[in-house]
Each structure stands twice: as C-alpha cells, then as structure tokens.
C-alpha cells in the first residue's frame, strides 16, 4: 500500500553541500530551478541567507536578523539544475563548507484584489502537488486576505515584511486566532502582537488572513503596513511528503517520537510553551549520524555543531536530550518536516533509517 503520490520527494525539496571560493560559482545538483533557497555558512560564524524567485536574484533576508530586504552578490540566478552565487562571504566564504535547502514551486500566481476570496492582491509562484506557495503583496494598511494559489486550508506560514525592520512571523496550524512565533527571536508563543498577526488557518479557500493587532499607530506593520511589500512562505501538508505538527516532551534521553510517515530530509523545532529557546534546524546530508546529527539555528548565526539529539528514522524522528530546545518534559513543541523518502511508496519499497 502507498503513503504517498509523491515517490521522488527531491522533485521539490532537496538539501545541497557546496564548498565557497570566495568569489562566483554555480552550485549543481540540486535536481530542479529552485524557487526557494535558503543557506547557510556552516564553518563561520555568518548569516543565514533566503532567497526567492518571486522576489528575484540578489535580493536577501534573513532568518536571524528583523532587517529588511538587502540586495546582496548571494544568489545572482536561478537555474535549471540549482543556482549561481556571488561573493557573499556568508553564502560563499573562501574554503567554508555551506549547506542550501531548495524547494521547488513553479506555477506563476498574479491574482488581483477581489479575486479567488483573496481581498489583497498578490504575485507568487506555487505547486499544488507539493502545497508549496510563494506569495508577495503590497501593504494597504487593512486587514484582508491573500491568496496563495493553493487549494483547501494552510498548514503553515512564514512571513516577512520585507521593507524594513520588523518580526519574523510564524503561523503553525495548532494555533489559536491571535497567537504566533518570531522566528528570529526566542520567545515562545506571542499572543495579539500590537503591531499585527496571521489569523487561525482556518479557510479552506487557499487564503491566509491578516489581523491588524489593537489600536496603536501601525496596527498592521508585521503584516499589511502601507508603503511595505510582504513575503510569505506557505506549506500544505502532504501525505509522505511534508508535515506540520507538535509533540510534548518528555524530559528523557529516551525522548518523544514523532510519527512523519516518511524518512525526514529536514526537520526545524521551536519550543512553544516557554521562551529562551531557539530554533533548532536538522537534514540528512550535512555530516552525523543517529543520533548525532549535526544542528544549525535559524534565529542564529552560529556555526555548525554536533550532539546526541535526534534519530532521523524511516518513519519520523525521535528525540534523544533533555535540551529545552527540544524535550523538556510536559512542554509542547511544533514542528515542519519534509521527506527524504516516503515510508512506502508507489512501488512498496520501504525506506530505512539514517
């Protein structure tokens, strides 16, 4: 029996290692024209770097800093077998080992205002078979809705406004109306930010909604501020492909485990229920091994290490600290993942674990 229609999961998400030299270089084998890439520096102390299509070549924000969009020599083009990068010494460091996580969209999104129950007009690009959505709008200063181009509810967003310096916005499904993360922060769940939110992802029309928070001078300014262009990054859940969830921990070395349905290629935590904790991020191609897996952190800027953490399995993951980040007992977690390879697909190969 098959747990997914989605047997080659790398058609759409894939991790690439290079190695920087300081100047220009075309990085191959990413085995599509991304449409996302997000990198980062594993053996210096650097910036994450994310980068679009929709928003184009060179034009950088990051997962660690409020800041707004940097044009940059990051990412000078998306190609048809991966991307061509610049001397940006944070994506492309003289000797330093990078790691980029690609995904692929592609299908043009230009809806205007009224259209498909989206209020807000916007421009995007998006795949329905990976329920993957890049969107870009314009602030009005209203709150309203955007559509992504995708059919039935959102599972997950990250949102950025990308005109200046304002927070990181998270929404996982699990939450409530008013309440989201920072990504570039370590807060736990922010209820009704003053400055606005993304509401419950609740519509089953392919839109998420923007909530102006109180009363103050810029009620919108995270999300739908005038005079401010907004980007979002929006995920379905897909069967053997993508998952968006959360665990509680345990406070064991014999953690929780979560249950995916397939071998994880990628895998980022928050902490939800307390703050001073960070993100923590994992794949399957940078060195490690169960369970030491090696560990970067979207809200840092830290080098790469390493720790018994986490077995990556054929099936989900399994928490192996008493980390805070990670598995602190009674204290809940939300989590994205994306495949490496279904449990068992179309062709009833079972996938092993790491």
Avoid at 38 to 43: E, G
Avoid at 120 to 144: D, E, L, M, R
Wanted: glycine share 12%; charged share 15%; aromatic share 12%.
């Amino acid at each position: 029996m098959a747990y997914t229609t989605i047997n080659k999961s790398t058609d759409y998400f894939n991790t690439k290692l290079y190695t920087g030299n300081g100047g220009t270089q075309s990085i191959t084998g990413v085995g599509f024209q991304p449409d996302w890439v997000w990198y980062k520096n594993r053996s210096a102390t650097a910036n994450h770097g994310l980068f679009d299509a929709v928003r184009g070549a060179t034009k950088l924000i990051q997962s660690n800093s409020t800041g707004a969009e940097q044009t940059v020599s990051g990412i000078t083009s998306f190609n048809s077998d991966g991307f061509g990068i610049g001397a940006d010494s944070d994506g492309n460091g003289n000797g330093n080992n990078i790691v980029s996580w690609n995904w692929k969209a592609g299908t043009s999104l230009n809806n205007s205002a009224g259209s498909n129950n989206g209020s807000i007009a916007s421009t995007g690009s998006f795949s329905t078979t990976s329920g993957f959505s890049i969107v870009k709008w314009s602030g009005s200063n209203s709150a309203g809705t955007v559509y992504t181009g995708l059919s039935g509810k959102i599972d997950f967003v990250i949102l950025k406004n990308l005109s200046t310096t304002r927070n990181w916005i998270v929404k996982p499904k699990s939450f409530s109306a008013n309440n989201v993360l920072y990504l570039q922060e370590t807060n736990s769940t922010v209820s009704s930010p003053g400055d606005g939110w993304i509401g419950a992802l609740t519509a089953t029309n392919g839109t998420i909604s923007l909530v102006a928070g109180g009363s103050g001078s810029n009620p919108l300014k995270n999300v739908n501020e005038n005079g401010s262009d907004y980007i979002a990054y929006c995920f379905q859940e897909k069967t053997g492909y993508s998952k968006f969830g959360s665990y509680a921990g345990n406070g064991s070395t014999n953690g929780a485990f979560v249950y995916l349905g397939f071998k994880p290629a990628f895998v980022i935590f928050k902490k939800t229920s307390e703050s001073g904790n960070n993100w923590r991020l994992f794949d399957n191609k940078r060195l490690g091994y169960n369970s030491s897996n090696s560990q970067l952190y979207p809200n840092l800027n830290n080098v790469e290490d390493t720790g018994t953490n986490l077995d990556i399995l054929s099936n989900g993951f399994k928490v192996l600290t008493t980390s805070g980040d990670m598995n602190n007992n009674g204290e809940t977690y939300i989590y994205m993942a994306f495949a490496e390879a279904p449990l068992v697909g179309t062709n009833n190969v079972p996938c092993t674990a790491r």
